[in-house]
């Protein structure tokens, strides 16, 4: 599940490592790809064949992870509409929901007028 994949990437990257390996999953896989997609990580690679895939991951240097929080849990999932959803940190920030149209950052589902399961932020 994400938050194992999370963890692992704050634990690499307080640890100064350049990147990491995780086991393969689709959800970690999109986590990842949005995380790319904003300057998180530098770059996210599938290697290897089912059932040992692996996700290798980059970090960027100039924008590392410093914490996250979770807004949903295995037992308590929360939910937003597009309307509601806020910046995280000023802007600096990153919040991420899956909705219908996939795993989407804060700004992209007030775009796309989605709302959904928020899952953390992250900054």
Avoid at 67 to 94: C, E, I, M
Wanted: hydrophobic share 40%.
């Amino acid at each position: 599940m994400y938050i194992n994949f999370l963890v692992q990437l704050k634990n690499a990257v307080r640890a100064g490592k350049r990147g990491t390996k995780t086991p393969y999953t689709a959800m970690d896989l999109a986590v990842a790809k949005v995380l790319a997609r904003h300057g998180f990580l530098k770059n996210v690679e599938v290697k290897g064949r089912a059932p040992k895939k692996i996700i290798e991951v980059e970090f960027n240097a100039e924008r590392p992870i410093r914490d996250f929080r979770w807004k949903s849990t295995p037992s308590v999932a929360r939910y937003g509409g597009y309307r509601n959803l806020r910046s995280v940190k000023q802007g600096h920030g990153l919040l991420v929901l899956t909705t219908p149209k996939g795993i989407l950052a804060g700004h992209e589902a007030r775009k796309e007028k989605v709302g959904g399961q928020l899952l953390f932020e992250v900054w």
